[in-house]
């Protein structure tokens, strides 16, 4: 059985982020504090014993305190169940909890080559250091099944896509370590179980919705997909920021060509956005944006929901 916790549904700077007096963010901080939301991070085990946990945000330390399933086994003085970080870009809110996990405890990063550059790219990262922490190369189309600390198979078998995405926000206007050419900054994953065969597809960072990747999501019992923003221009008509979300490689919920439309009608048993924005609307939870969302059959999950499949 695959067990799926959502450490963190917001896009970066969380909500409330700490400089944003948009609506959100001060509801968060006073009557609602429901709104409250990590950046977004899912954990997968198969065994219910040994987690991987989908990208590190810069909340890991908060998420894992909230998360008795990833506390320390009892009885050990030092030990952690999580076994591996699956990076699907290299953007901060994805990046930057493995900085969290530098005391010494054996983990796997599998990432593709291009966020690997980026990490190899950037000293501190050499906090992790690779006795302890193994930095695997995933390929795009190419099956891989993380392991277990002591080198066994794990039961999860991940499939690596490549999506409609942009490099990281601080590599703009910037050489990427990697190079400019190739994919690989935004990946899509297919997570499967290898014993029941069950699975689920996780997109925290899409730009479009094409007709291969609507081909690929149709009938799946469960994804988690991108939902930062409700419409394009949302941080500019809110004078937020001067960034649209096509901008940074994130499509709209709404929208003739925004996910709720584009995914509309593929048969999926369960569609939950994650990676949520604080200036998105459809986190009021009496808002019409909301009542969209959710009649079209979406959900906005709270921090700490667990999903067995
Ligand atoms: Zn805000």
């Excluded at 939301?37 to 946990?53: N, Y």
């Excluded at 990427?176 to 960072?205: E, M, N, Q, S, W």
Aim: proline letters at 6%.
């Amino acid at each position: 059985m695959l067990r799926v916790v959502v450490l963190g549904a917001a896009a970066g700077g969380g909500v409330p982020q700490w400089n944003c007096g948009c609506p959100v963010c001060r509801q968060a901080r006073s009557e609602h504090p429901e709104l409250r939301s990590t950046q977004a991070s899912i954990a997968v085990s198969a065994d219910g014993d040994h987690w991987f946990l989908i990208n590190a945000s810069p909340d890991l330390r908060q998420q894992l305190i909230a998360t008795p399933q990833l506390y320390p086994r009892s009885g050990k003085l030092r030990h952690s169940p999580i076994a591996g970080v699956i990076l699907t870009n290299g953007e901060i809110d994805a990046v930057a909890g493995l900085l969290s996990m530098r005391e010494g405890s054996p983990f796997t990063i599998y990432a593709h080559p291009k966020v690997l550059a980026i990490l190899g790219d950037n000293s501190i990262f050499n906090v992790l250091n690779e006795k302890n922490v193994r930095r695997q190369p995933i390929d795009i189309d190419q099956t891989f099944e993380p392991a277990l600390p002591d080198g066994s198979p794990s039961g999860i078998e991940i499939l690596p896509f490549a999506v409609a995405g942009k490099s990281a926000w601080y590599l703009e206007g910037k050489p990427h370590p990697a190079g400019a050419t190739g994919v690989g900054d935004t990946l899509g994953l297919r997570i499967g179980d290898r014993t029941t065969a069950k699975f689920f597809y996780f997109l925290a960072a899409c730009a479009e919705v094409t007709d291969d990747l609507k081909s690929r999501l149709a009938g799946a019992p469960l994804i988690f997909f991108d939902g930062t923003v409700w419409r394009d221009d949302e941080l500019i008509t809110a004078g937020l920021g001067t960034k649209t979300g096509q901008g940074m490689g994130h499509i709209a919920m709404s929208g003739e060509r925004g996910a709720i439309e584009s995914l509309a009608g593929l048969d999926i048993g369960r569609k939950i956005f994650l990676h949520i924005n604080n200036s998105n609307p459809a986190l009021l939870g009496d808002s019409a944006e909301r009542r969209i969302a959710e009649r079209a059959g979406w959900q906005i999950p709270a921090d700490g929901t667990e999903i067995m499949l």
